[in-house]
């Protein structure tokens, strides 16, 4: 049974930037309110955009780094909680776009959980011999929902897309999932609504139960994968909120560990934030070949999903 890699990363944000100031300008906030509370800075946010433009832009760039034609790639999965579309889904209409001739394609939504679940079961696929290579992206337009006069919601969200393509590999780089959910806590972190829903969120809730629940969690991965946190090269985990980033490594206690925090840049982008951030860290070179990182998402179920790459 081969194991997988990650042979490339790509990501798409839009161009527009919304700052704390822009915003402060719609609702009784400040940017040193904003930094205090979450630590972010700005937001990208998409205009004309869709979430499969973000998400077909994203993957095309992952594409065409990995050096890989569309007619090898067996497997298309797109996380996402924002899609408007029901059929056909993001990830067929992705395929369509980049020229997939016959792939499996469909849609995975385990809101900020999302990315972390579909490259598990991305993994899975190659180990069982269904796909040789996988494409897998989380692609969120939150702009679409987000509550524009609620000062404690949109000062977080923001739009964009990352991806990855994922090919056999005799040895295994993505290693096992840990992943779950407490359904006792599914109306912390919501988005409903019949025809226009909205991200809502108990914040409190959400900030207690990340920073006291996830590092033994991330641990444990870090076990499954038959490493100590100390010999991580990288964490990324979703970028919800700064303090709860910094909550978790801290728990982990890996002074020396890069650790990613696109948040500042990008907001909240659910599924998109983890390979939004690990393509950025690639980018920059600032994870060196062959570094273990730490993937780990978690948001609205409340779920968590998460897995040790190693890093091409």
Known sequence: MPGSRIAAMGHHQPSHVLTNDDLAHTVDTSDEWIRRRTGIATRHIARDETVTDLAAAAADKALATAGIAPADIGLVQVATCTAIDRSPSIAAQVAGRLGIPAAAAFDVNNACAGFCTVLATADHAIRAGAARHALV????????????????????????????????????????????????????????????PMFAQDGQT??????????????????????????????????????????????????????????????????ASIPIALSKLLARNEIRPGAKALLFGFGGGLSWAGQVVTCS
């Open 137 to 196: 992206i989380g692609a969120e337009k939150m702009s679409d929902i987000t509550d524009w006069t609620d000062r404690s919601t949109c000062v977080l969200l923001g739009d964009g897309a990352g991806a990855a393509v994922l090919s056999a590999s005799p040895e295994e780089h993505v290693g096992p999932v840990v992943w779950g959910s407490d359904p006792t806590l599914g109306n912390a972190v919501r988005i409903l609504g019949d025809w226009h």
């Open 206 to 271: 959400v900030f207690r139960w990340a920073t006291t629940t996830l590092a033994p969690l991330a641990r444990q991965t870090c076990e499954r994968a038959g490493i100590a946190p100390r010999d991580l090269g990288a964490i990324v985990t979703h970028q919800a909120n700064l303090r709860i980033i910094e909550a978790i490594a801290a728990r982990l206690d890996v002074p020396d560990v890069v650790v990613a925090t696109d948040v500042v840049e990008s907001g909240n982008t659910s599924a």
